[in-house]
């Protein structure tokens, strides 16, 4: 018992700065697998009605003995599941599935040409949308041809193109994908 308050008082003190995690002391997972601190996941938005009611939209805990049922003995582990059925309904009763599934002309997709430009991609993503722009940076740096196929397929409005260029002069290129033209802007202060 010493061992399991000491883990949870080392996990409490180490999530202490995230306000939305909280300790259940009541809590226990059905499964009989977990053998250490087991979590769940809840839903807190304020763009979820009051009265909409759901439980968990994933779960998952710390797991010791997992790995010995399929062969591979003493290899401890932790892990988490979500329930996509449940995230879905969730979305739905935020009304979030009908700005999520279509692009407007004023969304915009963010290229990066190669995996250098990857975090200032990033960070560029991050403080658009901080500043409500809807904005969406593709996973990964295929040719760039590929990324603005993407875009096209998807309606997005714009692309942001970054490369070497706009990373040493801490811009980038957006372009317009209905008309073509573009324009090199600073990057935005946060």
Known sequence: MDV???????????????????????????????????????????????????????????????????????????????????????LQAADLLSSASTSSEKSCLICAMDDGCLDYAYGLCKVL?????????????????KQLDYANQRNFGYAIIIGDTELAQATYVKKNLINGEQETLAFPKA
Request: no cysteine; hydrophobic share 35%.
């Open 129 to 145: 949308r901080n500043r409500g722009e809807k904005v969406e940076l593709y996973p990964g740096t295929p040719k760039l041809k």
């Open 4 to 90: 399991g308050i000491a883990e949870i008082t080392r996990i409490m003190s180490l999530l202490h700065q995230h306000p939305s995690v909280s300790l259940d002391v009541s809590l226990a997972r059905g499964l009989s697998y977990y053998t250490g601190t087991v979590m769940e996941v809840m839903v807190k938005d304020n763009k979820v009605p009051k009265d909409f009611k759901i439980g968990s939209i994933g779960g998952g805990g710390r797991y010791d003995n997992l790995t010995g049922m399929f062969g591979l003995k003493d290899v401890s582990g932790v892990g988490v599941s979500f329930g996509l059925d449940r995230i879905f309904d969730v």
